[in-house]
């Protein structure tokens, strides 16, 4: 059985935002709180650590207290590099490959399931699988991944493959699409520009 201990996850926080006029996605403020406070917040009780994936501007992240994680390859290549480079934090950290597990969650979609990482996990194990990953109303979250650190290899071979999202890597690596119904509609709106910014505060009560 996986164990909460076993599983760190990761806020993916590299993202250009072109959509939001180049402005830093992570800081865009939301119910009075920038978007990564409210992700770190629903994601920290589901993991055993959290860590943040961020390529530029560490400064602003020092706040949070959490471990910041550089891209091991710079000029905002895409989330996978994230990925990868988070998994080899973790595994700089003395784990095995084999024991060791890396949730993912965007920067940029502030609301999701509590019960995210369990379910994904549960799949996982259920399954027999290296990666768990979600799907809500047809529609596929990637980003919202559960991943084996013994995928590792694959990974790096994607990224030298010129792949860099995790979307394409799933057809390499032994995965399970997980369904989540949509129990609240705030869940898995990804808030990548300025009319989804509009959506996510017509959500919050007044």
């Not at 559960?146 to 690596?173: C, D, R, Y």
Request: net charge neutral; proline share 6%; with cysteine.
């Amino acid at each position: 059985m996986i164990k909460k201990q076993q599983i760190t996850g990761v806020v993916l926080a590299g993202g250009k935002a072109s959509r939001m006029g180049f402005r830093d996605k992570a800081f865009v403020i939301l119910d009075d709180a920038p978007l990564i406070e409210h992700v770190v917040a629903n994601s920290a009780e589901q993991v055993g650590q959290l860590i943040i994936s961020v390529n530029r501007n560490l400064k602003k992240f020092e706040y949070l207290k959490l471990p910041l994680i550089s891209d091991i390859k710079q000029a905002y290549s895409g989330p996978l590099v994230g990925i990868c480079s988070a998994m080899h934090w973790v595994l700089s950290t003395g784990v095995k490959p084999d024991s060791a597990y890396l949730a993912c969650f965007p920067a940029d979609v502030p609301w999701f399931p509590h019960t995210l990482v369990e379910k994904l996990k549960q799949e996982l194990e259920d399954k027999d699988k290296q990666v768990a990953w979600s799907e809500c109303a047809g529609q596929v979250q990637p980003l919202f991944s559960l991943w084996s650190l013994k995928t590792l290899p694959i990974v790096e071979q994607a990224i030298e493959n010129g792949l860099f999202g995790p979307k394409p890597v799933m057809s390499a690596v032994e995965n399970v699409l997980v369904k989540f119904e949509k129990t609240d509609r705030r869940h898995f709106l990804n808030i990548n520009t300025k009319e989804t910014l509009q959506i996510a505060k017509s959500f919050i009560e007044p």
